[in-house]
């Protein structure tokens, strides 16, 4: 059984910096890359980048609030938030959360964004319509990213503690922390909002998948090494894991309770996050080439290979 996905694309960005998430916004068809200091907003459709989010430094995150023609980055190096005019890219506001602020999630039925401190260890709450932090959650661990169902619940992963958080976004308290043992250090978060599960990509190879309403593990499934994002595709009800290793695992969803790996599709050394387009059929990656890695030091035992300048690319992984 083939999964009908393969790389059918790859498009030289350049600049210098690092990486971390994708954010697809599908009514717009624009996907926002962030990248160091600033934010690439590109038209995935002409292959073209149409503009540039300012300012943002050691971006992390970026969500989109279609309704309020707003988007908002999560910048870890200064501890706050950007709230962006998602025509103009121009800055509105910028908002004072947390230390190292890192994934950063969008709530459509309060109109809440929650920026969750991966230094401070909580959530910092801002009414999306006054642009001002309205509370503060204490999250018991280092928060890695998150999702929101649409119905008022965000999930979020603690790397450090390998649970799963759920809040309730009208109360704004923190309902319940939830085991993924055999999951260990979890990063990307995604759901399948209609059978109410979460895809978790964790650090020792396996994807865990939780019932997003009584917070069991109901299966795992081995995936690439490197995961730092999952991601469902709807339309052919895949779950998909982005891994450093240079693969995309694909898991098809054959009932709330049955899975199985249909696929590693080939992409490229360090292509760890990603956006998808389900409608399209289309999985978007970055990544750049890399020079020889430095010895390990006492500071530094796993240091990371330097990024060769100009070589950040996207991928594009069509079904």
């Known amino acids: 059984m083939g999964s009908g996905y393969h790389k059918t694309q790859e498009i030289l960005l350049g600049g210098d ?15 926002y890359i962030s990248r160091s200091n600033h934010v690439i907003v590109f038209d995935p459709d002409s292959g073209k980048i149409v503009g540039t989010v300012t300012d943002t430094p050691g971006v992390h995150g970026i969500a989109i609030a279609p309704e309020l023609a707003t988007g908002y980055t999560s910048n870890g190096r200064d501890g706050t938030v950007t709230a962006f005019d998602l025509q103009s890219l121009r800055q509105r ?52 990213f998150a999702v929101a169902d649409g119905h008022g619940a965000i999930f979020l992963n603690l790397e450090d503690k390998s649970e799963v958080v759920k809040i309730d976004a009208n109360r704004l308290s923190v309902d319940a922390h939830w085991s993924l043992a055999p999951c260990q250090n979890p990063s ?7 059978q109410r599960r979460l895809f978790v990509g964790c650090a020792n190879r396996i994807m865990a998948i939780v019932d997003a309403d009584l917070g069991r593990v109901v299966a795992t499934l081995p995936i690439g090494a490197g995961c730092d994002a999952t991601a469902f595709d709807s339309q052919a009800n895949l779950a998909l894991s982005s891994n450093a290793d240079g693969t995309l695992t694909l898991i098809r969803e054959e009932s709330p309770d ?62």
Do not use: C, H
């Open 258 to 319: 049955r899975f199985v790996v249909v696929a590693n599709v080939a992409t490229k050394i360090g292509a760890r996050t990603m956006a998808v387009d389900p409608q399209r059929g289309r999985v978007y990656l970055v990544t750049a080439e890399f020079g020889p890695r430095p010895a390990a030091t006492a500071d530094e035992p796993r240091p990371r290979p330097p990024i060769v300048p100009g070589t950040f690319s996207l991928l594009v992984v069509a079904r």
């Open 93 to 144: 506001e910028r908002i004072t959360v947390g230390s190292n602020p890192d994934a950063i999630v969008y709530e459509p039925v309060t109109k809440r964004v929650f920026a969750f401190n991966g230094a401070s260890r909580t959530a910092s709450v801002i009414d999306a319509r006054s642009a001002s932090v309205i509370s503060t959650l204490a999250l018991g661990g280092k928060p890695e």
């Open 188 to 194: 990307g978060i995604s759901m399948d909002v209609a």
């Open 17 to 31: 910096g690092g990486w971390d998430y994708l954010t697809f916004d599908q009514g717009a068809r624009r996907l």
